[in-house]
């Protein structure tokens, strides 16, 4: 978005999700296409748009099949949009439904579209599972013969090995280590107890479970497959049911994170619609919010920082372009992948020395507070399809600042590869 003054104001016009469900539950016979359309068809029915033609859908998925390689146009053509609504795929990891709002918003911001779908889905349940290098050369090495005897030939290679299957992994490529165990590292570099993490767990929890009962997540929220809340979430938990639960990614006695304080795999899918004023004012639509900045960042998380700690680079260089201060935000999104990721940017912005060395600021940029944070549950309670959870977010934001019907929110979303993506977003 540009900030010259000159450039389209990006309305925030509402958002739709299903409710996320853990991995392997209600959506286990479920697509990523099943899960997005569910979403994408909430959206069109909540603001009236079947059969209308919007200047572009932009969605992705982290974990999907290679015949999905057109996902979002398909998504589109079962939406009950028209047909001559474009989509476009993307992918930035556990930040990609954000990143997709923010290219939307850009178009809109420079004229290019007047309105756009912006959204994400994963599931776990559907995951794709392949074969092993080795046996897939052999086949490609038939599928290419021009003779009986050469085709026939690459058959008598193939052993056992080759059948068993290869499951989609979670570790980084550079590391080798899971985003739990790169976490874990975090956690003892910022000396995070768990006690900590175990009360922003059990916080999200409550504030979750609240906002169901006061019918909050109802025009958000929409049922699919007979399930109408989020599964994940347990009323019944306490800080002595999530204090006897054992450490899971460091088992030598120090490691502080367990599945308690940890986001779940999680199923669904997640849109939110975005648009020019003007687009808005002629369908009769009422705005909730505006995007106003957006920033991405990364960091070497090879040897120097923490793999989710980019957020903290990302809200900064943000700031600093917005003119604005950490505390000058009535609400804050800040994804929980795990709680020790969340405490460890907040400890980030409130130590001087990283301000100083890391950040390039004079001083720290201090705490927020904490009642403002997550208000209505995080993704530790909510749960976390990877694709999804930034259109949740603005949907969510969206709704909050309408309510209040002023001030501003901030956003932020950590990803694996090293990556931060964050928001702002104030009251229409």
């Known amino acids: 978005m540009l900030h010259d003054g000159r450039s389209i104001r990006v309305a925030v016009i509402g958002g739709t999700r299903i409710p996320f469900c853990r991995s392997h539950t209600a959506y286990r016979n479920c ?5 997005m359309v569910a979403a994408m068809d909430g959206l069109v029915q909540k603001f009236d748009l079947r059969g209308q033609t919007l200047g572009d859908v932009a969605l992705g998925a982290v974990i999907k099949h290679s015949k999905d390689w057109n996902l979002a146009r398909e998504c589109v053509i079962d939406s009950g949009l028209s047909l001559q609504t474009p989509g476009v795929d993307l992918q930035r990891a556990c930040g990609t439904s954000l990143e997709a709002a923010i290219m939307i918003a850009n178009k809109i ?11 994400g889905t994963d599931t776990i349940s559907d995951a794709p599972i392949v074969y092993p290098d080795d046996y897939r050369s052999i086949l490609l090495e038939m599928h290419r013969a021009r003779s009986a005897m ?8 193939i052993r056992p090995r080759h059948f068993k299957p290869v499951l989609p992994g979670v570790l980084e490529p550079r590391t080798k280590l899971s ?3 790169s976490t874990e590292i975090t956690a003892k570099e910022w000396d995070i107890p768990r006690e900590h993490q175990d009360q922003l767990a059990l916080s999200s929890h409550i504030k979750a479970a609240a906002a169901y009962d006061e019918g909050w997540f109802d025009d958000l929220v929409v049922p699919y497959m007979d399930v109408e809340q989020d599964n994940n ?3 019944d938990t306490t800080f002595e049911k999530l204090s006897a639960l054992k450490p899971v990614f460091d088992k030598s006695g120090e490691g502080t994170m367990t599945a308690g304080n940890s986001t779940p795999l999680t199923d669904g899918a997640a849109a939110v619609l975005l648009a020019s004023e003007d687009w808005a004012r002629v369908k009769n639509l009422p705005i909730m919010a505006y995007l106003t900045f957006a920033k991405v960042a990364a960091v070497n998380f090879i040897g120097q920082e923490g ?9 900064s260089d943000m700031l600093k372009q917005a003119n604005l201060d950490l505390q000058d935000f009535d609400f804050y999104e800040i994804h929980e992948a795990f709680a020790a990721q969340t405490i460890a940017t907040l400890k980030a912005w409130q130590s001087e020395p990283f301000c100083r060395e890391k950040l390039g600021r004079r001083e720290a940029m201090g705490p927020i507070d904490l009642s403002r944070l997550n208000t209505k549950g995080g993704s530790i309670a909510i749960g976390h399809p990877f694709a999804a959870t930034g259109a949740r977010i603005i949907g969510t934001m969206g709704k909050l600042l309408q309510e209040k019907g002023s001030g501003r929110g901030l956003i932020s979303v950590c990803t694996a590869g090293g990556m931060g993506v964050s928001a702002i977003m104030e009251a229409a």
């Open 109 to 119: 911001a420079l004229g290019q579209i007047e309105a756009g779908m912006a959204g």
């Open 179 to 181: 985003m739990g165990e």
């Open 233 to 235: 979430i347990r009323r």
């Open 307 to 315: 793999l989710l700690m980019a957020p903290a680079y990302a809200v």
């Open 150 to 157: 050469s085709r026939i030939k690459p058959l008598f290679r």
């Open 31 to 35: 697509t990523n296409q099943d899960l």
